[in-house]
């Protein structure tokens, strides 16, 4: 019969580790082998009886390592189990049997070789660390640098940086138990013994990952929001600024409106530290129009106003967030062109252009149609302001374009 021990002491506390398989095995529990996520050790029952433990260090080669069970079984000494790059361990009933290791300098210098296997692998695992997450930065810097400008989803930016703080805290841990095999071969060096560390109750795996991980999900998924944007329909909330209608914009245009239509749409308001102004209007107008040849009314036309306004909390922080909106737009118009529905496939995409207007700092525009109907859109920077328009109607951007930027510069509402 087997039984399951949660182990009391540090896998690196070679004498600890020895002195509490020996009372084990005073106990009628005799080890077998560790348990595959190293939180315990599976003993075999028997009858009580002294039984010495010794771990022996790593060597240099695993050639070397293997060459070392024969004569030590010669000695009587029967290999048990082993911690990978670390150190092997044997059990021995003969008291009269010699110890694997005469004394303490030879023993220092048998775990050398562990301790700077363990230093490889420790180096090694921090430049996979390093090498994974300057990977994650570059392939997601455009995703990571918009929620944290704009804090969309917040609860993954939350989730992101918890797992990343946990992974450096394993990582610390780790480099200070290789620092206490470093301290016990320093004593071993000197003529001296090696000391067991303090017992303590090593928690399972299981224990560890529902007392440290899941507190951070469920706190996460709980207090922090996944979304932040909030959504309501046109009127339901004040924007800062107050845009132009369509009778505004269509009156500088070939065919002006008599009367406001009606509009129908919804409103995104968000707010972040560094851009505490977000603000999107999608707003549609169902338009009748007079022949002015016949007097007769024209089949309704749907025209839309798209307006994404944000202010920033510096400049260095709204020309971030342009680039980030214009490469959005981009991407956005160019898989447009590959959509099956005709209301929403773009066609007649046009090369974007780069504007000098007075008084801005940027100023890109670009021409298509959706639906069958012409569509401009302008992205415009100025200081801490951020505008982008994505009109369909028959005005010209080049007309509309004063009215938008006279309403950004209004004061704010």
Not at 1 to 14: G, N, Q, W
Not at 180 to 203: C, F, I, T, Y
Request: charged letters at 25%; proline letters at 7%; one cysteine or more.
């Amino acid at each position: 019969m087997t039984v399951k021990r949660p182990i009391p002491c540090s896998l690196y506390d070679i004498q600890g580790m020895q002195d509490w398989l020996d009372e084990m095995a005073l106990q009628g529990l005799f080890f077998q082998n560790f348990t595959r996520r190293n939180d315990a050790a599976n003993f075999l029952v028997d009858a009580p009886r002294p039984v010495r433990y010794r771990l022996d260090p790593v060597g240099r080669s695993k050639q070397e390592d293997a060459k070392r069970k024969e004569p030590y079984a010669q000695m009587g000494w029967r290999f048990a189990d082993a911690q990978p790059r670390l150190y092997y361990i044997f059990s021995c009933e003969d008291p009269e049997a010699p110890e694997l290791h005469s004394d303490p300098q030879t023993l220092g210098y048998a775990l050398d070789s562990a301790i700077r296997a363990q230093i490889r692998s420790f180096g090694l695992m921090w430049l996979i660390v390093a090498l994974l997450l300057a990977a994650s930065l570059f392939l997601f810097r455009k995703s990571l640098l918009w929620e944290l400008l704009l804090m969309e989803q917040p609860r993954s930016i939350v989730q992101m940086a918890c797992s990343a703080v946990l992974l450096l805290i394993c990582e610390i841990a780790q480099g200070f138990q290789i620092m206490q095999l470093v301290k016990a071969r320093r004593r071993l060096e000197q003529g001296l013994p090696m000391k067991a560390g303090r017992r303590w109750d090593r928690p399972r795996f299981l224990t560890v990952y529902l007392c440290i991980f899941c507190p951070i999900y469920l706190v996460s998924n709980l207090l922090v929001p996944r979304y932040l944007p909030e959504v309501c329909g046109l009127g339901e909330r004040e924007l800062s600024r107050s845009w132009p209608t369509l009778v505004q914009t269509e009156g500088t245009g070939p065919r002006p409106l008599a009367e406001e239509p009606e509009a129908d749409g919804y409103l995104k308001i968000n707010s972040s530290r560094a851009v505490p102004v977000q603000e999107y209007a999608s707003i549609d107008w169902r338009v009748t129009y007079l022949d002015p040849d016949t007097g007769a009314l024209t089949r309704p036309y749907t025209l839309w106003t798209g307006i994404q306004y944000d202010q920033a909390r510096s400049s260095r922080a709204a020309r971030l967030l342009y680039q980030l909106r214009l490469d959005a737009e981009a991407r956005q118009l160019k898989k447009a062109l590959d959509y099956n529905n005709p209301l929403s496939q773009v066609t007649g995409l046009q090369p974007w252009e780069e504007l000098d207007w007075p008084g801005l700092d940027r100023l890109e525009t670009v021409r298509f149609r959706r639906g069958g109907q012409d569509h401009w859109l302008f992205a415009a920077l100025r200081g801490r302001d951020v505008l982008i328009v994505d009109y369909s109607g028959f005005a010209s951007l080049e007309d509309c374009l004063p009215l938008f930027l006279a309403s950004m510069d209004a004061p704010a509402l």
